[in-house]
């Protein structure tokens, strides 16, 4: 069996996403620079970043994420939403969208299949660890979601992608998690963004 792993970028001051989210900024005001990295490893210099990225996924069977990540809505599906990537999604895997309300399974280009889960966390590990077999399940996100995961005990690896700026507001990842001690295995720096992974102990 895979590891339950998890990666987003975050800022100085620990945020994930910009305050003010919206179809026009997914990742709310001010957060462009906790992504800028992605764009840039072609450059010279970046070239850790860019065998980073290469591999990020290559173990990955099956993601999960949280509604906000696949939709801006909330309440009753919107049926003509299919989620912020096109007709091809960047997954290629069955994705698991965590929401409180029923929807059909999605089938898209490229080899990803939304599937909507409405009875909580566990369930959804459970049908993406059944999905992945021996590969890793990755929580896409949002922090919101990565967060439920860490409280619950159920993650094992946490990368971040930590860019040098300060954001002020929006929505923060360890909120209200209280005590959590993390053990870091890997530091990957390059001009832009230190990579920082971290074992997530089992209680």
């Known amino acids: 069996m895979g590891i339950v792993t998890a990666n987003l970028a975050v800022s100085l001051d620990g945020f994930t996403a910009g305050p003010q989210q919206s179809l026009e900024h997914p990742f709310g005001t001010g957060a462009d620079a906790l992504t800028a990295w992605l764009f840039e490893t072609g450059e010279p210099g970046r070239e850790q970043d860019a065998k980073l990225l290469s591999t990020l996924h290559e173990n990955t069977g099956a993601h999960i994420m949280g509604r906000n990540m696949f939709s801006p809505g909330r309440g009753a599906w919107d049926e003509d939403w299919t989620g912020w990537w096109g007709p091809e999604p960047p997954y290629h895997t069955p994705v698991f969208v965590l929401t409180h309300h029923e929807r059909k399974p999605?089938?898209?280009?490229?080899?990803?299949?939304?599937?909507?889960?409405?009875?909580?966390?566990?369930?959804?590990?459970?049908?993406?660890?059944?999905?992945?077999?021996?590969?890793?399940?990755?929580?896409a996100g949002g922090a919101a979601t990565v967060r439920q995961y860490l409280a619950a005990g159920l993650l094992d690896e946490l990368l971040l992608h930590l860019a040098p700026v300060a954001i002020g507001a929006g929505e923060r990842l360890f909120e209200g998690l209280g005590d959590l001690s993390l053990e870091q295995s890997e530091v990957i720096a390059s001009p832009t963004v230190t990579h920082l992974r971290y074992r997530v102990p089992r209680t």
């Open 106 to 139: 999605l089938e898209m280009a490229g080899g990803t299949t939304f599937h909507f889960v409405t009875d909580g966390i566990h369930s959804a590990l459970e049908r993406a660890r059944a999905a992945a077999g021996d590969r890793d399940v990755e929580i």
